[in-house]
């Protein structure tokens, strides 16, 4: 049987308010709509063939997490079933006893013993359900968090390469679906454990009974169990093929409340704009949702009215058979009690087989996530960096971002040194923050090499390249913490409680160096206000003040390399200049501040200053030398401060074409 016919139906209509929003189905380049290919592929036999797989991995995470939790579902499902075997067979003697010749009376004294282990059965079967409800209950949760953790641990361990890999972070999207799906699966595994082994101890039951009484209940139960499924695979699929226009109308809903875009929702009248749009696409999809239901209650009747004959049928030869003397009656009373049981569990069977392949889909994409990001974690171990830093040197290198033909650097070789300012300048794109990701071990170029003090970035170990390096980059992360742990984060292994002193005074004096003191003086609760307007209590930063905090944290972590991009982008001139000031003080005998902006009064005082060209370096020297050379360097410094009108102008503000020739090595002479 065909699991899933694609009904042309279930296309989404696309709406007037999806087309002028989006220029049509607005369609969200996530992983997990490759289910929709399996789930059409998807026939019954091929779906329970694939079960074990696609289950197992579930399941060894469930035996790694709580051993004991899952041998006892296992247990107390099989338990389960044996009880309920053995009360189909009390339920038969009892009947057989109850149907015999003589008075009431005897009857009923002789059918006590019957009946009194029926009642213990019962009894066990209920402590067994309870013992499996428990143990399932502390399992599903260790499950998810077990999965959850590994997706998180293999999500932070990968290169930053391929977090900017759209394929990847397709993968990364849908799995991270997998760890609640995990859970549900523990659920399903155990329904549809206890499913199947109460239908294989009511078939034993039914066949020591009477060999045709198992034909007869698979005719009952057939019907209803393609109905659960149709409906179950109906269900799926709409949901596949509908999220994406569920997800719009949603993301319209977030842009209405969205603290962001409050002001033109309320200035520009885009709220009434959007409330329009969002009432047609919700209307549109409420009539998906009436179509399902409407199929659901057809596919239900037909079900119900299969399997309603085949019940007929198969009662009618029961009673032919008890006529003909070929069936007993207590049999024929057992039967009918097993078939009517074992018809439903049939049917529960059917559709928890099939939410288990659903979930399991989801668990899947997880596993596959957890090998990629194997494959493309950043190698551990390595050689050793010695502990003071002489210098970090480019040689030669060139990279490219794995979805851009044109190279973002391109032959850069040049050298940073301990106790240096350098400072690193050129127009948007050139290639700025790219070096920077080099330098720090972020990314490995495609040809030529970075070495810290000799040793290859490719070779080193990269833990200790990172533990050389703070970053404060233009986005940097404005983390839901209080003001301490804003800047303490910059270096979390100095949360040692046994320092606890020490590293609130090393706060206090990176707040002090950066100028965040006077911001934390203002703060409800000073160092421990909660810097996020989103939750309650909290406290927001301006731009300007939140970069004080980056300054901060940089200090904080005081590591040998310092790498600042656009450190003053929002700050106030007075701010800027201390900023500057700061960030020169930053350098030292063993540390060495490299230093991306476009504010060229703060370049002037750096030890040298690299200028970049479409990838390409152009220049270098100091801000004299480089003023002298009349190049790209005093090009852009002219124009800036031509606007100002306090500083001559050298000559015109237009960037020259041809800068100082580089030489053939990328460095320039
Ligand atoms: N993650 C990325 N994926 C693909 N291309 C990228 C990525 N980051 C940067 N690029 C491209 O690489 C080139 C260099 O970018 P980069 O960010 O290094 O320039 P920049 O000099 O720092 O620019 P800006 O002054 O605007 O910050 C640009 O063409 C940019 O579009």
């Known amino acids: 049987m065909r699991l899933l016919k694609r009904p042309e139906a279930t296309e989404p209509a696309v709406s007037a308010s999806e087309r002028r929003l989006f220029g049509g189905p607005l369609r969200y380049d996530a992983g997990w709509s490759n289910h929709e290919y399996a789930q059409l592929e998807g026939r019954l036999l091929t779906t329970l063939r694939s079960m074990p797989r696609m289950v197992g991995g579930t399941l060894r995470l469930a035996w790694a997490t709580d051993r004991p939790a899952l041998l006892t579902v296992a247990a107390a499902e099989a338990g389960q079933g044996v009880t309920s075997a053995v009360g189909l067979l009390v339920i038969s003697d009892v009947l057989r006893t109850l149907l015999r010749e003589g008075s009431a009376a005897d009857r009923l004294h002789a059918a006590l013993p019957a009946l009194a282990a029926g009642a213990l059965v019962a009894v066990l079967g209920a402590v067994l359900a309870s013992r499996s409800t428990a143990a399932a209950g502390r399992l599903e949760p260790k499950v998810e968090r077990a999965a959850y953790e590994q997706y998180l641990s293999a999500a932070v361990e990968v290169e930053l390469e391929a977090i900017e890999d759209g394929e990847f972070r397709r993968l990364l999207d849908s799995a991270q679906w997998g760890p609640p799906s995990a859970r549900r699966t523990v659920g399903a595994c155990v329904a549809t454990l206890g499913g199947v082994i109460s239908l294989i101890a009511t078939a034993g039951v039914l066949t020591v009974l009477h060999p045709l009484l198992l034909p007869m209940l698979l005719l009952i139960a057939a019907p209803r169990g393609w109905g659960a499924m149709r409906v179950a695979q109906r269900r799926y699929l709409s949901m596949i093929t509908w999220v994406e226009h569920v997800r719009a109308a949603r993301l319209i809903g977030q842009l209405l409340i969205s603290r962001t875009s409050a002001p033109e929702v309320r200035v520009h009248g885009v709220g009434r704009y959007l409330l329009g749009h969002y009432r047609n696409m919700a209307e549109v999809a409420e009539s998906e949702a009436t179509r399902l239901a409407k199929d659901k209650a057809a596919t239900e009747l037909l079900a119900a009215t299969l399997s309603g004959l085949a019940a007929l049928v198969t009662y009618g030869a029961m009673g032919a058979l008890i006529v003909s003397g070929r069936m007993d009656l207590a049999v024929a009373g057992t039967a009918v009690i097993a078939v009517r049981t074992g018809s439903a569990s049939l049917g529960a069977l059917v559709a928890t087989t099939n939410t288990l392949h659903e979930e399991s889909l989801y668990v899947r994409d997880l596993e596959r996530f957890v090998a990629e990001a194997a494959r493309r974690a950043i190698p551990s171990g390595g050689a050793p960096l010695p502990e003071r830093l002489a210098a970090v040197r480019l040689r030669n290198v060139d990279f490219s971002y794995p979805d851009r033909d044109e190279p973002a650097l391109s032959g850069v070789s040049l050298t940073i040194e301990a106790g240096q300012v350098v400072a690193l300048v050129g127009e948007n794109g050139s290639g700025k923050?790219?070096?920077?990701?080099?330098?720090?071990?972020?990314?490995?170029?495609?040809?030529?090499?970075?070495?810290?003090?000799?040793?290859?970035?490719?070779?080193?170990?990269?833990?200790?390249?990172?533990?050389?390096?703070?970053?404060?980059?233009?986005?940097?992360?404005?983390?839901?913490?209080?003001?301490?742990?804003?800047?303490?984060?910059?270096?979390?292994?100095?949360?040692?409680?046994?320092?606890?002193?020490?590293?609130?005074?090393?706060?206090?004096?990176?707040a002090r160096y950066a100028g965040a003191d006077r911001i934390v003086e203002k703060l409800p609760h000073g160092y421990e206000t909660l810097l996020a307007r989103v939750f309650r209590g909290a406290s927001e930063l301006s731009g300007g003040q939140w970069q004080k905090f980056g300054l901060a944290r940089t200090r904080f972590r005081d590591a040998r390399v310092l790498v600042v991009d656009e450190p003053t982008s929002a700050l106030d001139p007075e701010a800027e200049i201390a900023a500057f000031d700061s960030i020169r003080g930053l350098a030292g005998p063993e540390r060495a501040v490299v230093l991306v902006t476009h504010r060229m009064s703060g370049v002037r005082f750096a030890d040298v200053i690299y200028v970049l060209h479409e990838g390409r370096l152009v220049e270098r020297g100091g801000h004299d030398e480089l003023m002298a050379l009349g190049g790209r360097y005093a090009s852009m410094y002219a124009m800036q401060a031509a606007q100002f009108g306090d500083e001559p102008r050298r000559r015109s503000p237009s960037l020259p074409r041809q800068s100082a020739a580089p030489r053939n090595d990328g460095s320039v002479t």
Do not use: C, Y
């Not at 000799?454 to 404005?478: I, P």
């Not at 301490?484 to 046994?498: H, L, V």
């Open 433 to 510: 923050s790219t070096l920077v990701k080099l330098l720090a071990g972020l990314h490995l170029p495609d040809s030529g090499s970075v070495t810290w003090d000799g040793v290859d970035v490719r070779d080193a170990d990269r833990e200790q390249v990172f533990d050389r390096v703070a970053l404060l980059t233009q986005d940097f992360e404005r983390w839901p913490v209080t003001a301490r742990t804003n800047i303490a984060i910059g270096r979390p292994g100095k949360e040692d409680p046994e320092r606890a002193v020490d590293q609130a005074s090393e706060v206090v004096a990176a």
